[in-house]
């Protein structure tokens, strides 16, 4: 199959745990654009924290941000998509988590808002390089702003997002998406926002079809990319449900997995 779109998560996927890229991975990269080939981000991640990567290996592409709720050119900044959550349903969600104590972090034009400082805060906004703003009210700071959130987060221990997650799913899984990214990170979604939608977005674009599309992923929010895609790709790191389900599955984000789907499909 003659590949033009490779669409690529970011943790856990095309960064090692010490959250680099590989030299021979770019270079990688770099000799598949070279060919013609659209190569692309799909992450959970703010625009504002996917685009460092981005610059730092030169993509000129738009990138699939926030689970596909933003599509965003890395260079001119043109929004191609869009879907932030409903205003009632987002307000009911941030009431429900506040009820149940639960850390609570919010994105409102492409910043990081919440209610009560925390560690989780502080280890994502190292993680992301992305600082974080403290408000009095989350609900109130949405109304002041005029805006609804790309993205709801909510961070706690492995146990309890399983827990969590079951309950939302119940209680709003018809209305928007849910998704578990890693472990301790359950995210919330438009329903329209999910990897697998913006890749046929992007795909149809360009006029590619998805049989010419590569996903690659490692955890349950890849999933729907990996169904979408020509070829999906999972990680020798990745879920077990995500590596059964996978058409291939690679070496590790540690062991230049991304680098080998590269020179094996690609290149």
Do not use: C, W
């Given at each position: 199959m003659d590949y033009q779109l490779v669409a690529i998560d970011l943790d856990d996927t095309l960064l090692a745990d010490d959250l680099t890229i590989s030299p021979q991975t770019i270079e990688a990269i770099h000799q598949a654009i070279e060919k013609g080939v659209t190569v692309t981000f799909a992450t959970g991640r703010?625009?504002?924290?996917?685009?460092?990567?981005?610059?730092?290996?030169?993509?000129?592409?738009?990138?699939?941000?926030?689970?596909?709720a933003l599509i965003k050119n890395v260079?001119?900044?043109?929004?191609?998509?869009?879907?932030?959550?409903?205003?009632?349903?987002?307000?009911?969600?941030?009431?429900?988590?506040?009820?149940?104590?639960?850390?609570?972090?919010?994105?409102?034009?492409?910043?990081?808002?919440?209610?009560?400082?925390?560690?989780?805060?502080?280890?994502?906004?190292?993680?992301?390089?992305?600082p974080y703003h403290v408000v009095d009210d989350l609900i109130q700071t949405m109304r002041e702003m005029k805006t609804t959130p790309a993205k709801i987060l909510t961070i706690e221990e492995p146990a309890a997002i399983q827990e969590i997650h079951q309950e939302f799913q119940i209680q709003f899984g018809n209305s928007c998406h849910i998704t578990i990214s890693k472990p301790h990170f359950m995210e919330i979604t438009h329903k329209e926002?999910?990897?697998?939608?913006?890749?046929?977005?992007?795909?149809?674009?360009?006029?590619?079809?998805?049989?010419?599309?590569?996903?690659?992923?490692?955890?349950?929010?890849?999933?729907?990319?990996?169904?979408?895609?020509?070829?999906?790709?999972?990680?020798?790191?990745?879920?077990?449900?995500?590596?059964?389900?996978?058409n291939y599955v690679t070496k590790t984000n540690n062991d230049h997995g991304v680098w080998e789907v590269f020179q094996k499909f690609v290149l």
């Open positions: 703010m625009y504002q924290s996917a685009v460092q990567y981005a610059k730092k290996i030169q993509l000129d592409v738009p990138i699939i941000t926030y689970q596909g260079l001119s900044g043109e929004v191609l998509f869009e879907r932030l959550l409903d205003e009632a349903l987002a307000i009911s969600i941030i009431k429900e988590l506040r009820a149940k104590n639960h850390h609570i972090q919010i994105y409102l034009h492409d910043e990081i808002y919440l209610e009560k400082d925390h560690s989780f805060a502080r280890d994502y906004s190292k993680a992301s390089n992305v926002a999910t990897k697998g939608k913006a890749i046929e977005y992007l795909a149809h674009l360009k006029g590619i079809t998805l049989d010419q599309v590569i996903a690659i992923g490692d955890s349950m929010n890849d999933r729907d990319m990996l169904e979408v895609a020509g070829l999906g790709v999972a990680m020798g790191n990745a879920h077990p449900e995500i590596k059964a389900m996978a």
